[in-house]
């Protein structure tokens, strides 16, 4: 198995920008599928970016896509999620998660997870 702790989250300001990471140990990183989930307060957890094994393909939820940008660093066995243009609608708790098997965008079928970190972004 692999434990994931996130870290990177704070309070910005709309327009703004933050880097999420995290970081993974135990089993080989290279072995899952890697992504960002968010939850903001009375909402279902939702997706927001998923990167593959590789890092060669990358997947963005539409509400997200060219603000945010996802990567990986397997000789660091790090994951990271760069944030630009933040909206206040961004405000949540995001959550990276770790899938083996085959490459998905669904957030029940990720296996491990990592604490969450808050971002609160002020308008």
């Known amino acids: 198995q692999v434990q994931l702790v996130g870290s990177g989250g704070g309070l910005v300001q709309a327009g703004g920008s933050l880097r999420l990471s995290c970081a993974a140990s135990?089993?080989?990183?290279?072995?899952?599928?890697m992504g960002w989930f968010r939850q903001a307060p009375g909402k279902e957890r939702e997706f927001v970016a998923t990167?593959?094994?590789?890092?060669?393909?990358?997947t963005y939820a539409d509400s997200v896509k060219g603000r945010f940008t996802i990567s990986r660093d397997n000789a660091k066995n790090t994951v990271y999620l760069q944030m630009n243009s933040l909206k206040p609608e961004d405000t949540a708790v995001y959550y990276c998660?770790?899938?083996?098997?085959?490459?998905?965008?669904?957030?029940?079928?990720?296996?491990?997870w990592g604490q969450g970190t808050q971002v609160a972004v002020s308008s």
């Open positions: 998660a770790a899938k083996s098997g085959s490459y998905s965008i669904r957030y029940g079928e990720y296996d491990y």
């Open positions: 135990g089993r080989t990183f290279t072995y899952y599928h």
């Open positions: 990167i593959t094994r590789s890092g060669l393909s990358t």
